[in-house]
């Protein structure tokens, strides 16, 4: 009696403490307002998608965004007071409005207009005397001006080569060379111009009719950190830019380093499929040989920088010569570096010069700016003629193209890209693409010119993407171990129904191309892993699978094999960086299907991550997928996580779920 009468006597005290709690809960909630508005073009009211909004208090930074694609900004959680916003957009006056008030509980809304550039000015780009052009493009249709040109030059002729022309010159410059830009008119119509390539979903095949599955290997993973943009800046992204296997192939696995002659391991599993419990999922796990930061080869690199007006924007150039800053801190004496730019024409701006000179490096780099129109084609053969000329003997000689992909003048056209690139390959100069940028970035032009130039490809959205890229992960971005890698699985139709390999759309091959040497394939680097994912039907599901007629003119029973056991069989070919034939790994996967609460983290967390690029994609094959699944296998299988890259997952689709949430409420 006195537990129960004390326990009464208590009762309104934490009632009332509950109440103060939710009280004090909402007061904190209200504490804060939020600021939003629209960016528009003062000229005819159209939206400006990805303007740079910084929001100031007292002249110290507070916070920075940028517009959507409806010119749209927003800054939540805003404690009240006063503050100025700030924004800037290519091609237009740099717009300042000061006292604005924010008010707590309240949304305040602000339009902001923005005006051209009254003087329209074609850019100088200046690069001085210490990085002057040392070589002409011959290819280029415009005629490069020199370095001796311009010191026979009178004073006054860079201010007055034309009285119909004005130019900007940096100050404390009496020696320079300069791009002369498009009229900024021109550049400022091509934003929101991306290009992805259409990659229908892979559909199922059946066992039977067709056994074999053959592809080439990606550990591309430039769509990773392009979704990541996306979801960040408040949208999920277009369903092309989502490229489900390099989403997989952007986190690192626990796999096996090799143990015998092949400088791979293999790996392979089998359990529940997380989104369909009908299906099973078979999971194919590669470790490339990690080799030592001391013990790989001598690297002769050529930066090929894409300087033209597009690239002006704070998250292209600039954030370009930020993230080369930190490939060339690690560079060492016994590598080599040049710079090849390239905008209405190509130069050479630094000849092949060693790692370890790297103030000289850094002073060629820090001094580019951007202005003009796109020469691709052009950079791209003076940038490939200097590779070669410096060529190492069993080194690392490559040509790390950065851009936006924005190809406008001379070779620009996919066709035209390709055909240059598979030209150039054979030279034994592998490529790197790195893209930047937003509004006007060329996916799809960059995939298919890592693709086709034995390399790989990386979407730079921030300086942390760039230390993942060209730091951390420097072996396998920057070494490659093996070339022209394919793999072909083989079905057990004693086993499996039918199956669906997950993501890969543009990288399938024919059955026959997987001896064919001839046929170019991807590239794995130092210590890189690869992962591909099966959804598969056992025989004997009840589920329904697609059927094909009786064959006439051969047996259609399947034949009992010594195999039986077998679910399938993988096998694996690559060559040598510099080699010419390829070698053959092969492993089977046994009948020994393992419990899902028993599979390893490896597929637990690929898993995850194929479903939520099931979700971004809106595919017909999402059954029962969803966000808060997808976040609860990721963070049962996070594992070791040292760079954090598996927590932002989990935090990106949380994002992802809260957007896609919202876009229900509106509809």
Same mark, same amino acid.
């Given at each position: 009696?006195k537990?129960?009468k004390?326990?009464t006597?208590?009762?309104?005290?934490?009632?009332v403490?509950i109440?103060?709690s939710s009280f004090?809960?909402?007061?904190?909630?209200n504490?804060?307002g939020t600021?939003k508005?629209?960016?528009i073009?003062?000229?005819?009211g159209?939206?400006?998608?990805?303007?740079?909004?910084?929001?100031?208090?007292?002249?110290?930074q507070?916070?920075?965004?940028?517009?959507d694609f409806?010119?749209?900004?927003i800054f939540?959680?805003?404690?009240?007071?006063?503050?100025k916003?700030q924004?800037?957009?290519v091609?237009?006056?740099?717009?300042?409005?000061?006292?604005?008030?924010?008010s707590?509980?309240?949304?305040t809304?602000?339009?902001?207009?923005?005006s051209?550039?009254?003087?329209?000015?074609?850019?100088?780009?200046i690069?001085t005397?210490?990085?002057?052009?040392i070589s002409?493009?011959?290819v280029?249709?415009?005629?490069?001006?020199t370095?001796?040109d311009?010191?026979?030059?009178p004073?006054?002729?860079v201010?007055?080569?034309s009285?119909?022309?004005?130019y900007?010159?940096?100050?404390n410059?009496?020696?320079?060379?300069?791009?002369l830009?498009a009229?900024?008119?021109?550049?400022?119509d091509?934003?929101?111009t991306?290009?992805?390539?259409?990659?229908?979903?892979n559909?199922?095949?059946?066992?039977k009719?067709?056994?074999?599955?053959?592809?080439?290997?990606?550990?591309d993973?430039a769509?990773?950190s392009?979704?990541?943009r996306?979801?960040?800046?408040?949208q999920?992204p277009?369903?092309d830019?989502?490229?489900?296997?390099?989403?997989?192939?952007?986190?690192?696995?626990?796999?096996?380093q090799?143990?015998d002659?092949?400088p791979f391991s293999?790996?392979?599993?089998?359990s529940?499929?997380?989104?369909n419990t009908?299906?099973?999922?078979?999971?194919?796990?590669?470790?490339?040989?990690?080799?030592?930061?001391?013990?790989?080869p001598s690297?002769?690199?050529?930066?090929l920088?894409d300087?033209?007006?597009?690239?002006?924007?704070?998250?292209?150039?600039?954030?370009?010569k930020k993230?080369f800053g930190l490939?060339?801190?690690?560079?060492?004496e016994?590598?080599?570096?040049?710079?090849?730019?390239?905008?209405?024409?190509?130069?050479?701006?630094?000849?092949?010069?060693?790692g370890?000179?790297?103030?000289?490096?850094?002073?060629?780099l820090?001094?580019?700016?951007?202005?003009?129109?796109?020469?691709?084609?052009?950079?791209i053969k003076?940038?490939?003629?200097?590779?070669?000329e410096?060529?190492?003997?069993?080194?690392?000689?490559r040509?790390?193209?950065?851009?936006d992909?924005d190809?406008?003048?001379g070779?620009?056209?996919?066709g035209?890209?390709t055909?240059?690139?598979?030209?150039?390959?054979?030279s034994?100069?592998?490529?790197?693409?790195?893209g930047?940028?937003?509004g006007?970035?060329?996916?799809?032009?960059?995939?298919?010119l890592a693709?086709?130039?034995n390399g790989?490809?990386?979407?730079?959205?921030?300086?942390l993407?760039a230390k993942?890229?060209l730091?951390?992960?420097?072996?396998?971005?920057?070494h490659?171990?093996a070339?022209?890698?394919?793999i072909?699985?083989?079905?057990?139709?004693?086993?499996?129904a039918?199956?669906?390999?997950i993501?890969?759309?543009?990288?399938?091959l024919?059955?026959?191309?997987?001896?064919?040497?001839?046929?170019?394939?991807?590239?794995?680097? #130092?210590? $890189?892993? %690869?992962? @591909?994912?099966y959804?598969? !039907?056992? /025989?004997?599901?009840?589920?329904?699978?697609?059927s094909? *007629?009786?064959?006439r003119y051969?047996?259609?029973?399947?034949?009992k094999?010594s195999?039986?056991?077998?679910?399938?069989?993988?096998?694996f070919?690559?060559?040598?960086?510099?080699g010419?034939?390829?070698k053959?790994?092969v492993?089977?996967l046994?009948?020994?299907?393992?419990p899902f609460?028993?599979?390893?983290?490896n597929?637990?967390?690929?898993?995850?991550?194929?479903?939520?690029?099931?979700?971004?994609?809106n #595919?017909? $094959?999402k %059954?029962n @997928?969803?966000?808060?699944? !997808?976040i /609860?296998?990721?963070?049962?299988?996070?594992?070791?996580? *040292?760079?954090?890259?598996r927590?932002?997952?989990?935090?990106?689709v949380?994002?992802?779920?809260?957007q896609?949430?919202?876009?229900?409420i509106?509809?």
């Amino acid at each position: 009696m006195k537990t129960i009468k004390k326990a009464t006597q208590t009762l309104p005290i934490l009632l009332v403490f509950i109440l103060l709690s939710s009280f004090n809960g909402l007061i904190a909630q209200n504490a804060t307002g939020t600021l939003k508005g629209e960016i528009i073009d003062a000229s005819n009211g159209d939206p400006l998608p990805f303007a740079n909004v910084t929001l100031f208090k007292s002249n110290t930074q507070v916070s920075g965004t940028t517009t959507d694609f409806d010119g749209k900004y927003i800054f939540t959680n805003i404690k009240p007071g006063k503050y100025k916003i700030q924004v800037a957009y290519v091609g237009y006056k740099l717009e300042k409005i000061e006292n604005i008030i924010v008010s707590a509980g309240k949304n305040t809304v602000k339009n902001i207009t923005l005006s051209a550039s009254a003087e329209n000015l074609e850019e100088f780009t200046i690069i001085t005397n210490e990085i002057p052009l040392i070589s002409k493009d011959e290819v280029s249709s415009e005629t490069t001006i020199t370095v001796q040109d311009i010191k026979n030059m009178p004073s006054r002729s860079v201010a007055s080569i034309s009285s119909k022309r004005k130019y900007r010159k940096q100050k404390n410059r009496n020696k320079s060379y300069g791009y002369l830009s498009a009229p900024i008119e021109s550049r400022r119509d091509n934003f929101n111009t991306e290009g992805y390539a259409h990659n229908p979903e892979n559909n199922f095949k059946m066992a039977k009719a067709t056994p074999l599955s053959t592809f080439s290997i990606d550990v591309d993973a430039a769509s990773y950190s392009n979704m990541r943009r996306f979801i960040n800046s408040g949208q999920n992204p277009p369903i092309d830019a989502v490229r489900i296997e390099e989403m997989i192939n952007y986190f690192n696995y626990d796999y096996p380093q090799p143990k015998d002659e092949a400088p791979f391991s293999i790996t392979t599993e089998m359990s529940d499929c997380p989104w369909n419990t009908k299906h099973k999922l078979v999971h194919i796990g590669i470790q490339g040989e990690k080799i030592e930061m001391e013990n790989l080869p001598s690297s002769n690199i050529v930066f090929l920088l894409d300087v033209s007006g597009s690239m002006s924007s704070p998250n292209k150039l600039p954030l370009l010569k930020k993230s080369f800053g930190l490939l060339i801190k690690n560079l060492t004496e016994n590598d080599k570096v040049a710079i090849v730019v390239y905008a209405g024409a190509a130069g050479l701006v630094l000849e092949s010069t060693p790692g370890n000179e790297k103030e000289k490096i850094m002073n060629a780099l820090n001094n580019l700016n951007a202005g003009g129109s796109t020469a691709g084609g052009a950079g791209i053969k003076l940038a490939y003629k200097v590779a070669i000329e410096n060529f190492i003997k069993e080194g690392n000689n490559r040509v790390i193209l950065a851009t936006d992909g924005d190809f406008n003048i001379g070779a620009s056209s996919d066709g035209e890209m390709t055909r240059l690139i598979e030209k150039k390959r054979e030279s034994g100069v592998f490529l790197t693409c790195l893209g930047f940028g937003m509004g006007n970035y060329k996916d799809s032009k960059m995939e298919t010119l890592a693709d086709k130039g034995n390399g790989n490809y990386a979407y730079i959205d921030n300086i942390l993407e760039a230390k993942k890229v060209l730091v951390t992960e420097m072996g396998g971005t920057m070494h490659t171990i093996a070339k022209d890698v394919k793999i072909q699985v083989e079905f057990n139709p004693n086993k499996i129904a039918s199956y669906k390999l997950i993501g890969y759309e543009n990288r399938l091959l024919n059955d026959e191309d997987f001896n064919d040497d001839t046929k170019d394939a991807g590239e794995l680097g #130092s210590g $890189h892993t %690869v992962t @591909a994912l099966y959804e598969v !039907v056992l /025989k004997g599901s009840s589920e329904e699978i697609a059927s094909v *007629d009786p064959l006439r003119y051969q047996k259609n029973e399947i034949e009992k094999t010594s195999n039986n056991n077998e679910i399938l069989t993988v096998k694996f070919r690559y060559k040598a960086p510099q080699g010419k034939k390829s070698k053959l790994i092969v492993r089977h996967l046994k009948g020994k299907l393992v419990p899902f609460a028993k599979s390893s983290n490896n597929f637990k967390f690929s898993a995850a991550v194929a479903e939520f690029g099931l979700l971004l994609r809106n #595919s017909k $094959h999402k %059954v029962n @997928a969803s966000y808060t699944q !997808v976040i /609860k296998l990721a963070k049962s299988s996070k594992g070791k996580d *040292d760079n954090g890259y598996r927590a932002e997952f989990i935090r990106l689709v949380e994002m992802s779920e809260m957007q896609a949430s919202a876009l229900l409420i509106e509809k």
